[in-house]
T-cell receptor
Framework: EADIYQTPRYLVIGTGKKITLECSQT?????MYWYQQDPGMELHLIHYSYGVNSTEKGDLSSESTVSRIRTEHFPLTLESARPSHTSQYLC??????????FGEGSWLTVV | SQQGEEDPQALSIQEGENATMNCSYKTSINNLQWYRQNSGRGLVHLILIRSNEREKHSGRLRVTLDTSKKSSSLLITASRAADTASYFC???????????FGTGTSLTVIP
């Protein structure tokens, strides 16, 4: 059973609002990731981190930002949400080599 | 893109039949993993096969890996309606920086 948690699971917000998607893991993994996935589509890596104070952009350009102040916490922030940000956001963590563990996902709808 | 591709994109079979899905990738890898995603949920790890392995079994799952062709297959035997989900392959390149996910196969098992 994976110990990685995302909140909120579902969020509907208005255009222009600032939102933060929370992600926490209790496995002590150094590596954490954020993926964006539209329904029925592939996963796109938008951010990752190798450890505290490390953040990198992924393959898919995103207007979101991340921070990694603590090992267990990897929040994702959108300063000004737009309808094009509507998607599912999946947080994950791992030790490489090894298995990647996913949270349940956060569904964001921007109206 | 370094992401892999899976085929078929969608597969529909009768309960009790076997389901086979394939994954092709582009880089040299440490390992390849298969994940399952139920609709609207996060991904769940199914099985990992290392680059020096050719075949691996776990319950009703059988995974093969051909590193010369940069391809893998996942076979689900005696399928059940509960196997209905999307299945993704993920590769860990031997540069060891991150995972790359395939495009996914949507499997429907008809009772």
């Amino acid at each position: 059973e994976a110990d990685i948690y995302q909140t909120p699971r579902y969020l509907v917000i208005g255009t222009g609002k600032k939102i933060t998607l929370e992600c926490s893991q209790t496995m002590g993994h150094d590596k954490m990731y954020w993926y964006q996935q539209d329904p029925g589509m592939e996963l796109h890596l938008i951010h990752y981190s190798y450890g505290v104070n490390s953040t990198e952009k992924g393959d898919l350009s995103s207007e979101s930002t991340v921070s990694r102040i603590r090992t267990e916490h990897f929040p994702l922030t959108l300063e000004s949400a737009r309808p094009s940000h509507t998607s599912q956001y999946l947080c994950a963590s791992s030790e490489l080599p090894g298995t990647i563990y996913f949270g349940e996902g956060s569904w964001l709808t921007v109206v | 893109s370094q992401q892999g591709e899976e085929d078929p994109q969608a597969l529909s079979i009768q309960e009790g039949e076997n389901a086979t899905m394939n994954c092709s990738y582009k880089t040299s890898i440490n390992n390849l993993q298969w994940y399952r995603q139920n609709s609207g949920r996060g991904l769940v790890h199914l099985i990992l096969i290392r680059s020096n392995e050719r075949e691996k079994h776990s319950g009703r799952l059988r995974v093969t890996l051909d590193t010369s062709k940069k391809s893998s297959s996942l076979l689900i035997t005696a399928s059940r309606a509960a196997d209905t989900a999307s299945y993704f392959c993920a590769t860990e390149p031997n540069t060891g920086n991150q995972f790359y996910f395939g495009t996914g196969t949507s499997l429907t098992v008809i009772p």
